[in-house]
């Protein structure tokens, strides 16, 4: 019964899904290891799936007031959290470079195949239950988790560009 269900659940996910996975999993090794990013790609991510998520949101429930206060509260509920665990620790700015170096973590890794899964689970769950999707809790539950997600990288991008602001003033003091 399960492998039939997860059969159907795989016939029907569209072929764009697949690529769109290994791409996920190629950027997450990627950032496994210690990189130099130059600031305007810092950005890059964070927005993406920010995007990602956002729009997997308005498709999902449509732009209602709840659900993107809920969006809202999981994005700002990740940048208090990050705000307390200063993550990724151990990034810091390059005058020398203008870059910033970044160490490796296998951290973005995960968050992306949360998003990636959570976005697939809410798909799934159209399909398979759209009564349940409709329902105010599952709308705000989804929202806010999504939120949480895409707001993880941005406060992870956030702390980063602190490092500059930080080696700045260290240097002009």
Known sequence: MLL??????????????????????????????PRQVAPAMMAVL???LGAFSLSRVLTAFGPAPAVLAAWAAGT?????????????AGARWSAATGR??????????????AMFFARYALAVSQAMAPA????????SAASFGLGLLSGIFLARALWV??????????NHA
């Open 100 to 113: 910033f170096l970044v160490p490796g973590s296998w951290a973005p890794l995960a968050l992306m195949m």
């Open 76 to 88: 700002a509920a990740a940048l208090l959290l990050n705000h307390a665990l200063r993550q990724p």
């Open 46 to 48: 964070p927005v993406a």
């Open 161 to 170: 560009w602190s490092r500059r602001s930080a080696e700045l003033q260290f």
């Open 4 to 33: 039939q269900i997860l059969t159907q659940i795989l016939r029907g996910t569209p072929l764009w899904v697949y690529p769109l996975f290994l791409g996920l999993i190629i950027l997450g090794y990627v950032q496994s290891k």
């Open 132 to 139: 349940l999707v409709r329902s105010a809790g599952f709308e």
